[in-house]
């Protein structure tokens, strides 16, 4: 007995060793990854000014013009507009799933959901260069159909498994005994949806959403087929226009690397992930705010 | 549930291991082989541009016909990639459609000439303009003439599609074709021969270049100066808008490497592959 | 607006949500299977694939596929269960942790294309393991992690405290509370992570480009791990916008059916797993 109580505080000892190790490996490739990049990316600032780099819209390499205000313009852009309606959609989305929809109809939509995202980015990119680019241009009478528009649409369906998926898991753990004492009372079925089960399940809601926008930012095979990548600020949503990710995979394979130029893609990464810190810190300091308010 | 955890838990292990001891054996058979056989052998590692990759997974194809000891491993990346890979040793040719970059001159790399890539410009079906001349494409690239009325088409937006600045492809326009102006920024970019058809494809009033191999039906392929491109044509000097593709190696090419090098520079290759993938062979390049 | 009215608004636009999310599948997959499926023979499954002429299969492509798949999941899984575990049964509240957490969040929006040549670098180049299936699978764990650690801790999360409480007043050590308690319990989630993970580690191709290479190795189901490594995805983006082959549209087609049917098998055994797991 006493043999066996120190071997599994041994044990205990061992785990919790393996664990720490385990999040510090993550750490480490996360720490990795950051000095990688931006190791590479501010070495641009050797050649070229802060100022330039961010407030310019001229970008030309072969002229010395490294401008990439166009780029980060269009990534906010592709990700807001994409948010904005692939959001509330799969947070709706969500809540059927997970509380309204009968289980024959569960049955379906959960695995439909995951073949969502078993499409790859390429065929997305595909359907929507043949298909929804002309279709684009048709219904809204455009010169070309590329733009944030089309890009923004794409994503907006790429993104719904990442939100639904991670908002109804927080939904479904919502436990059943505050949503039966809230219909007890006298509550509606959307009463207590709104008023006790969604505040329960924010921070899950907030957590899928925030992923569902990492997912839009970055995403970068589909995004480069059908928002044109044309270093112009987008004059409408309409227009094409260019946006990070697109424009370091169209450039990337051929541009030297070390060069100003291939530097400079690597700075556009920088930007990529603090613009994506910045709106993952803001997005949980709103939702830390309305849950203290609930 | 307690066992269930502990049964995939203990699945899953042995399929690691047993997954790590398939590839042990693999690489231990793999050099048993390398040490018993006589004829050519080895590994053969090539990464670089894209617009070669199709060609030389052909090669490949033949080759392992012949040679049933060597493994060759392609990779695509970008022209500039694979010369940078070779130039520090990570593959053992760097495919390329363009010269060799200027701070990699002096590292010792070695080119080998495979094949001469052209180049067609293709529009949009409804599009009713089937020739232009020199000048006029560097109007339409430029951004000066911007509506096919202006040459003699419709009148309609013209839209150039075409590809990124670091391509190859459009380096070579740029030279060839724009002779070192520049190219206007309000063009849609795709970034490969296979994107920029499509895209062509869909878009009315769209013009845009390719690689020859990748103009089908789909598209309406333009006369140069009058000049539809046929092999025949670049041969007799009629049609300059090609380039060369290249392989470079670091030092000359031993072993398994010059064997495939060999082969895909051989005529018996050239002759029976190179034409009828859409590139034309090195003899029938004009000699400069 | 009265509730009961308010109530049955809701309830109709939630259900219109749900058939419009199903309908747009069917269109989409739908298009994709009545394309793709009658290419689907035996010998486009498990035939070498041929750049020459028409007729060539995606056997290695399959395979390398589900090892690339397999080997990757297994790097990052252990990882980020490890990781998760950590943050949520054991890790405080301190600026280390809300570090990790937040670093995990960003390396989630790292572009593909970034990982493909962070990957590049320092797995293909630095570290010599050439374009293989072993460089592809570690620079594919970089992708899954985030969504992995992110969704595991969630689950743990979610296991009401008064489980582990029960466990420890009954003299169970922390790790037995979390092996036979916590785990189970919060196994669904795990495996909602496992799925979103593997699925998007199936269509991937930006990161593998660049570092599993664009050819297959010559022995069909080579274990070897510096084999080269180019996955059904690849293969569709290669035939897409580079391959020259005459039936490449075709391959395309049947690649996307493919896709298709392999990540509905896989949530179908999973599903199954999951079942069986709350009937225990």
């Not at chain 1, 959609?89 to 309204?100: M, Q, R, S, Y």
């Not at chain 2, 970059?101 to 010792?108: E, F, I, P």
């Not at chain 2, 270049?209 to 000097?237: H, M, R, T, W």
């Not at chain 3, 391959?243 to 949530?267: E, H, Q, S, T, W």
Request: proline share 3%; net charge positive; charged share 15%.
């Amino acid at each position: 007995m006493n043999k066996y109580n120190v071997s599994r505080i041994r044990n205990n000892k061992l785990v919790y060793w393996l664990f720490i190790s385990a999040a510090s490996v993550l750490g480490l490739i996360i720490v990795a990854l950051l000095i990688f990049i931006s190791q590479q990316g501010l070495q641009t600032f050797r050649d070229v000014s802060p100022i330039e780099f961010f407030f310019s819209s001229n970008w030309n390499p072969d002229a010395n013009k490294f401008g990439a205000l166009i780029f980060i313009i269009g990534s906010l852009a592709v990700t807001v507009f994409s948010i904005l309606v692939g959001g509330p959609l799969g947070v709706l989305g969500a809540i059927f799933l997970a509380k309204l929809a009968p289980r024959w109809m569960r049955n379906i939509l959960q695995p439909a959901i995951n073949l969502y995202m078993a499409i790859p980015s390429v065929v997305y990119g595909f359907i929507g260069l043949t298909v929804i680019v002309p279709a684009v241009r048709n219904i809204f009478g455009v010169a070309s159909g590329f733009g944030i528009f089309t890009a923004s649409f794409i994503l907006a369906i790429m993104i719904l498994p990442t939100v639904i998926s991670i908002a109804a898991d927080a939904l479904t753990a919502v436990p059943q005994v505050l949503e039966e004492g809230s219909i007890a009372l006298g509550a509606t079925y959307w009463q207590t949806i709104w008023h006790i089960v969604l505040p329960t399940a924010l921070p899950g809601i907030i957590t899928g959403i925030v992923l569902g926008m990492a997912r839009a930012i970055g995403e970068t095979m589909a995004v480069q087929m059908v928002i044109g990548n044309t270093p112009q600020l987008a004059k409408s949503l309409f227009s094409p226009t260019s946006t990070l990710p697109s424009e370091i995979v169209v450039e990337m394979g051929n541009t030297p690397f070390g060069s100003v130029w291939g530097n400079s893609l690597f700075l556009m990464a920088l930007v990529l992930l603090i613009i994506s810190i910045f709106m993952i810190v803001i997005v949980r300091k709103i939702s830390s705010y309305k849950a203290v308010k609930i | 549930m307690k066992n269930l955890f502990k049964k995939t838990g203990l699945m899953a292990m042995a399929l690691v291991l047993g997954a790590s001891m398939f590839a042990g054996c693999g690489g231990t058979q793999d050099k048993k082989a390398t040490s018993t056989a006589a004829k050519v052998e080895g590994k053969v590692t090539a990464s670089g541009s894209t617009a070669l990759l199709p060609l030389l997974k052909v090669g490949q194809e033949e080759f392992y016909k012949l040679h049933d000891k060597v493994t060759i491993n392609l990779s695509g990346g970008g022209s500039f990639t694979g010369q940078k890979q070779v130039a520090s040793g990570s593959v053992d040719i760097g495919n390329s459609d363009v010269a060799l970059a200027s701070d990699l001159a002096g590292k010792g790399l070695v080119q080998h000439n495979l094949v001469g890539i052209p180049f067609v410009f293709i529009v949009n079906k409804d599009v009713n303009v089937d020739s232009l001349t020199d000048k006029q494409y560097v109007d339409i690239l430029t951004g000066k003439i911007t509506n096919w009325q202006e040459v003699g088409g419709k009148n309609q937006k013209i839209t150039i599609i075409h590809r990124a600045k670091s391509s190859g492809s459009r380096a070579t326009i740029a030279t060839v074709v724009l002779q070192g102006k520049e190219f206007t920024n309000d063009a849609i970019i795709q970034d490969s021969n296979g994107a920029v058809r499509s895209a062509i494809a869909t878009t009315p009033g769209a013009i845009g270049y390719v690689d020859a191999a990748y103009a089908d039906k789909s598209i309406k392929v333009l006369k140069f100066n009058g000049v539809a491109y046929s092999i025949q044509a670049v041969s007799e000097g009629k049609y300059p808008v090609y380039t060369t593709g290249r392989m470079f190696t670091k030092g000359e090419a031993k072993g398994a490497v010059k064997a495939f090098i060999d082969y895909v520079t051989s005529d018996a290759f050239q002759n029976k592959n190179v034409e009828s993938k859409g590139f034309i062979p090195l003899t029938k390049l004009p000699k400069k | 607006m009265n509730p009961k009215t308010m109530d049955k608004i809701a309830k109709i636009v939630l259900w219109a949500v749900g058939v419009f999310l199903i309908a747009l599948l069917i269109v989409f997959i739908g298009y994709m299977l009545y394309k793709g499926l009658p290419i689907l023979s035996l010998q486009f499954l498990f035939g070498m694939p041929s750049d020459i002429e028409a007729g060539g299969g995606v056997g290695p492509q399959l395979f390398n596929t589900f090892y690339i798949l397999f080997l990757s999941m297994g790097l990052s899984g252990i990882v980020a269960l490890g990781a998760a575990i950590y943050l949520s049964e054991y890790a405080k509240d301190t600026w280390l942790t809300r570090f990790i957490r937040l670093s995990t969040e960003s390396l989630a929006t790292v572009p593909s294309i970034v990982l493909g040549l962070f990957g590049m670098v320092v797995f293909v180049d630095y570290l010599g393991m050439g374009f293989s299936i072993l460089g592809g699978s570690l620079a594919l764990s970089l992708l899954n992690l985030p969504l992995l650690v992110r969704i595991t801790e969630q689950s743990l999360r979610a296991v009401p405290q008064t489980y582990r409480e029960a466990s420890l007043a009954l003299g169970a050590t922390k790790w037995q509370t979390i092996r036979k308690v916590v785990l189970p319990s919060a196994f669904g989630g795990i495996i909602t992570g496992i799925m979103l993970a593997g699925g998007r580690a199936i269509g991937e191709s930006a990161i593998l480009i660049f570092t599993a290479g664009t050819t297959v190795s010559r022995h069909m189901g080579d274990f070897d791990v510096f084999a080269a490594g180019e996955t059904l995805a690849v293969h569709l983006w290669y035939v897409m916008g580079i391959g020259l082959v005459p039936d490449r549209i075709d391959i395309a087609n049947g690649i996307g059916a493919l896709l298709i049917i392999i990540v509905l098998f896989i949530n179908l055994l999973l599903m199954a797993l999951q079942k069986k797991l709350k009937m225990v």
